[in-house]
Protein backbone atom coordinates (compact mmCIF):
# COMPACT_ATOMS: atom_id res chain seq x y z
CA UNK A 1 0.00 0.00 0.00
CA UNK A 2 1.47 2.91 -1.19
CA UNK A 3 2.46 5.76 1.67
CA UNK A 4 1.32 9.57 0.97
CA UNK A 5 2.95 12.35 2.68
CA UNK A 6 1.33 15.39 3.47
CA UNK A 7 2.90 18.86 5.36
CA UNK A 8 0.10 21.11 6.52
CA UNK A 9 0.72 24.74 5.27
CA UNK A 10 -0.52 26.55 8.35
CA UNK A 11 1.08 24.60 11.12
CA UNK A 12 3.22 22.92 8.87
CA UNK A 13 2.52 19.03 10.82
CA UNK A 14 3.99 16.73 8.50
CA UNK A 15 2.47 13.51 8.13
CA UNK A 16 2.32 10.29 6.42
CA UNK A 17 -0.65 8.50 5.58
CA UNK A 18 -1.36 4.44 3.87
CA UNK A 19 -3.97 4.51 1.77
CA UNK A 20 -5.59 2.29 -1.01
CA UNK A 21 -6.52 3.57 -4.54
CA UNK A 22 -10.32 3.90 -3.52
CA UNK A 23 -9.52 5.85 -0.01
CA UNK A 24 -10.26 9.55 0.37
CA UNK A 25 -7.51 11.31 0.29
CA UNK A 26 -6.66 13.63 4.26
CA UNK A 27 -8.14 17.04 3.14
CA UNK A 28 -7.90 18.48 7.06
CA UNK A 29 -4.53 19.34 9.13
CA UNK A 30 -5.06 16.96 12.09
CA UNK A 31 -3.30 19.28 14.09
CA UNK A 32 -4.98 22.24 13.68
CA UNK A 33 -7.79 21.03 11.10
CA UNK A 34 -6.83 23.56 8.85
CA UNK A 35 -7.12 22.62 5.11
CA UNK A 36 -4.40 23.71 3.71
CA UNK A 37 -2.76 20.43 3.22
CA UNK A 38 -0.40 19.66 0.52
CA UNK A 39 0.87 16.75 -1.02
CA UNK A 40 4.94 15.78 -0.37
CA UNK A 41 6.41 14.08 -2.90
CA UNK A 42 9.10 12.19 -0.78
CA UNK A 43 10.71 8.88 -1.69
CA UNK A 44 8.88 6.86 1.06
CA UNK A 45 6.45 5.86 -1.78
CA UNK A 46 9.32 4.19 -3.93
CA UNK A 47 11.25 2.66 -1.44
CA UNK A 48 11.85 -0.79 -3.03
CA UNK A 49 12.15 0.86 -6.77
CA UNK A 50 15.27 0.27 -8.43
CA UNK A 51 18.09 -0.85 -6.52
CA UNK A 52 16.22 -1.20 -3.34
CA UNK A 53 18.18 1.95 -2.08
CA UNK A 54 16.11 3.14 0.76
CA UNK A 55 15.97 6.63 1.15
CA UNK A 56 14.95 8.63 3.85
CA UNK A 57 16.69 12.26 2.94
CA UNK A 58 13.86 15.20 2.70
CA UNK A 59 14.89 18.79 1.92
CA UNK A 60 12.75 21.35 2.05
CA UNK A 61 11.53 20.85 -0.87
CA UNK A 62 10.28 17.45 -0.85
CA UNK A 63 12.60 15.13 -1.97
CA UNK A 64 16.15 16.81 -1.61
CA UNK A 65 18.29 13.06 -1.41
CA UNK A 66 20.82 12.60 -4.21
CA UNK A 67 21.07 8.66 -4.16
CA UNK A 68 19.73 8.64 -7.14
CA UNK A 69 17.17 5.93 -7.46
CA UNK A 70 14.08 8.05 -6.20
CA UNK A 71 11.62 8.87 -8.27
CA UNK A 72 10.25 11.62 -8.76
CA UNK A 73 6.89 11.32 -10.69
CA UNK A 74 4.28 12.49 -9.20
CA UNK A 75 2.89 8.57 -9.04
ZN1 LIG B 1 -1.88 22.17 10.56
Do not use: W
Amino acid sequence: MPVYEYECDVCHHHFEVNLGFNDPRPTRCPDCQSNALHRVYGCSGVIFKGKGFYCTDKGADGCGCSCGSCSHDHH
